[in-house]
């Protein structure tokens, strides 16, 4: 098992920018797929970025495409998410996450990950 502990998150203007951190102990990091979700309230979480155990592959929703970026360092066990230009809809609490599956890419949906970590508040005003 896995365990993650995210950092970073905070209250920032629409425009700014923040970095999130994903720390991961318990697990070999570097054969897994990692990635970042978000769940405003109300809503149902959905998918923001993820990485290649190697970082060799990143993909991204629709909505954050060139304003996030996602990184790792495995020497670290730590996974990042760079957001710029950031925008009041993207205020959520975001979580990061394990691809079930070692040495495998593309997954997208929650149900592919399984360990999850307790989330970050991210909140940005207009």
């Known amino acids: 098992q896995v365990q993650l502990v995210e950092s970073g998150g905070g209250l920032v203007q629409a425009g700014g920018s923040l970095r999130l951190s994903c720390a991961a102990s318990?697990?070999?990091?570097?054969?897994?797929?990692m990635g970042w979700f978000r769940q405003a309230p109300g809503k149902e979480r959905e998918f923001v970025a993820a990485v290649s155990w190697n970082g060799g592959i990143t993909n991204y929703a629709d909505f954050v495409k060139g304003r996030f970026t996602i990184s790792r360092d495995n020497a670290k066990n730590t996974m990042y998410l760079q957001m710029n230009s950031l925008k009041p809809e993207d205020t959520a609490v975001y979580y990061c996450?394990?691809?079930?599956?070692?040495?495998?890419?593309?997954?997208?949906?929650?149900?592919?990950?399984?360990?999850w970590g307790q989330g970050t508040q991210v909140t940005v005003s207009s």
């Open positions: 996450a394990v691809d079930r599956k070692p040495l495998r890419s593309g997954a997208r949906s929650p149900p592919d990950f399984g360990s």
């Open positions: 318990g697990r070999t990091f570097s054969i897994y797929t």
